[in-house]
């Protein structure tokens, strides 16, 4: 079957299975190996992408499913050079050890600060919670998710003065 | 020796320091990562590349009758199916273990245990050869399992091993250190004795990646290329040379990004042997990714021990010896990752932190119906099992005594003036000052404000306890003269190049799996010769392009690779200074490092830099007499000894009586690993450790039913903690440096695993005080601390 999406941006059409998971849709296919895949239970949440703007496990979701739907990954973050707050707040705080579930961390707490700009820790611990760090013990990762929403806050306090 | 307070308070602004050397510094690897640019051994795509998927053993124990393979073959866009039989052909059907055992590849003649590899499947994409599996038609005489570990060397016992030449019985080897008499008689006139049988349950590292290769050969050059996730790719690449009879210069192994080992990937599974194999048969490059199941119930395990911990001592507290008696389940073969002469790892420093008299264990390793493996699961091979048991039977004595346990501790502890300590079981422990590390712990704590309000929420009927560990490890593997893998000696290579223009290259022969070696090694060189760590380039993971060495695991690290690296900077900075010494025209003896330069004695205005050094090296003009071009070294660096860090752990929960659930409400971890490179990557190492301990204490618990059904085969049933479980980690800690490694590091990957579940299983009991409860077994989950609460507390296997 035919497939088309927009994926971080852009159009996307493929030819497909009709059973292909999104997950390896977008790492297979498209070749957006940011997003990784570790578990077959909805568990682990390392597979997290945007699907209009919320957060999934792309592990539980057909292809075929995101038609005509907006994916983003975490290829998307960023803007250019410049990093996302949230990707800065990982990299400041030391919210990534190995590297491998901070793809779905990230699209997760961005969604969080989208919706939420000063979450407390606690509300930062439930959002996370369906997802699995085997490095960090998480106290880094909800330093992280604080670092970007201070730095937002007063990036926009400074846009504001300047308004 | 000092003892320094860390901050507790975090601030935004210092994250990044920039040191020139040690010091709290932004990762190197990060920008990557953040970006989605890693690349994982999954992200590896060749052109070609077929997918290969494994068929796998439903049964625990079962006589493989037949194997038809023909439907499969037949099935669209497959290219190759093997079984055993086809890969006895090739003499590849079994494969040495790292402890001398064998392991089958694909089995031939049984199945021994659930999730054993039977056949491979290789296909043009993931979905058909997981297809194709299910036309493989298996026919199995089913045979009664060993399970119960108790039985295993039960007469009339099924026989697991009968591959083995003479064998009769499930046993797999006996062990023992000490001295059983002397221990014997000091049991024997001791005041008090007190015995508990404690079980270490089997847990699985479960890193977040599971396990994979992508093998590639390359049939006109002869040479083979595998990307696979290991945790010692050097190692690997002589095994395989040795079980595939492939020469080793033509094989390449490289291990990419890492998503997480924790010991999981230190082994060689079929697996990996497979992809090869596929690769080989169908000319092409294979993919072979397992998933989570396969990772959970067919890759290394860690822990399975049934103890009996016995302590003596005076009825004032001191502790005179400890003896304890241990039943290793080691499962279907024996793959223990582990130095060859210590076939129960380093299980000999149960004597723990303490000055005692004596001490003796006996130990029995058996065979049964499950996975082998034996893994670390950051355990420092085997120090988890011999730190719970020293921690949790010290805990008891204190019950017994009715002391309090920072108390006995405190008094029985190893002195400062005793190191280097040579214990009972012929450890040296090379340094240590352990109480001022135990009394920040208890500062941080506020312990006498906690212990108040213990006595008064128990006189309201309130569960609060507080569980106190304290721990040494032995990490660094090790000196080569008693300690190696299959005969490899445990050393680690390490060469640092400088360019022209005083940029660098430093190539390790260990592996990170997360642990930031690409920012800590940068910064072990950036000491040493003064270049900035952005300026130094950390290559690893890659045996075309690295030295030899054994690879990380048991946070050996820092303890031997980063040895190397601050030795081999020594090196080029000692060539550095005589060729300076021409460039300033003076002696040798007349200049001094100041990092960074060289300058001439008492005349701070004539120096150079190691970067205009570099370029002289590499430049136009004759170099001082006897020296050659360049400015690079290298090293293979044995260390003399094992380092020893140590910790003082402090956990608080809390118990709902009335749902049995307990809640880690704080938890104090102050560390000792010697010199520190980066405080924020030991901060996120403890951390880490100190989470998985959470895991084991309270959740974690790879389980069989009576069918050797793997009851953790999911992350729907093995649970690991999530941000929800675990609380804000407070952390502290003293510097006592190693006295024998050159920058005075000892390991820290693995301690907080080590020391994290006695204080956790510590506070549990210490909870339950009330209602009487001296020990209950690890995983606490809320049926088993209500089981405790009502005095039917059983051991879990």
Known sequence: ?163 | MTAVQEPRTSTFDDNDQKPVGFGRMLRKEDPRLLRGRGRFTDDVQLPGMLHLAILRSPFAHARVVSVDTSAAEAAPGIRAVVTGAKLAELGLAWMPTLSNDVQAVLATDKVRFQGQEVAFVVADDRYSARDALELIDVEYEVLDPVIDVRQALAPGAPLIRDDLDGKTDNHCFDWETGDADATAAVFARADVVVQQDIVYPRVHPAPMETCGAVADFDAVEGKLKLWSTTQAPHAHRTLYAIVAGLPEHKIQVIAPDIGGGFGNKVPIYPGYVCAIVGSIVTGKPVKWMEDRSENLISTGFARDYIMRGEIAATRDGKILAIRTNVLADHGAFNGTAAPVKYPAGFFGVFTGSYDLEAAYCSMTAVYTNKAPGGVAYACSFRITEAVYLVERIVDCLAAELEMDPAELRLKNFIQPDQFPYETKTGWVYDSGNYEPTMRQAMDIAGYAQLRAEQAEKRSRGELMGIGISFFTEAVGAGPRKNMDILGLGMADGCELRVHPTGKAVVRLSVKTQGQGHETTFAQIVAEEIGIPPADIEVVHGDTDQTPFGLGTYGSRSTPVSGAAAALVARKVRDKAQIIASAMLEVTVADLEWVKGSFQVKGDPGKSVTIQQIAMRAHGAGDLPEGIEGGLEAQICYNPSNLTYPHGAYICVVDIDPGTAQVKVRRFIAVDDCGTRINPMIIEGQVHGGLTDGVGMALMEMIAFDEDGNCLGASLMDYLIPTALEVPDWETGYTVTPSPHHPIGAKGVGESATVGSPPAIVNAVVDALKPYGVRHADMPLTPSRVWDAMRGRATPPI
């Open chain 1, 1 to 163: 079957m035919q497939v088309t999406m927009i994926v971080n941006d852009a159009e996307v059409t493929r030819e497909i299975e009709g059973r292909l998971l999104l997950v390896h849709f977008l790492r297979d296919v498209l070749g957006l190996t940011g997003t990784h895949w570790g578990c077959d239970t909805s568990n682990c949440g390392t597979c997290v992408v945007w699907l209009d703007g919320e957060p999934v496990k792309s592990c539980t979701v057909l292809a075929a499913m995101a038609g005509g739907h907006e994916v983003r990954t975490v290829e998307g973050l960023a803007k250019g050079a410049e990093l996302d707050p949230i990707q800065e707040g990982f990299m400041q705080c030391h919210g990534l050890q190995c590297g491998f579930c901070t793809p779905g961390m990230m699209m997760t707490c961005r969604a969080l600060l989208d919706k939420n700009p000063d979450p407390t820790d606690a509300e930062i611990r439930e959002a996370i919670s369906g997802q699995i760090c085997r490095c960090t013990g998480y106290s880094t990762i909800v330093r992280s998710v604080r670092w970007a929403s201070v730095h937002e806050a007063a990036a926009a306090q400074t846009e504001g003065a300047q308004a």
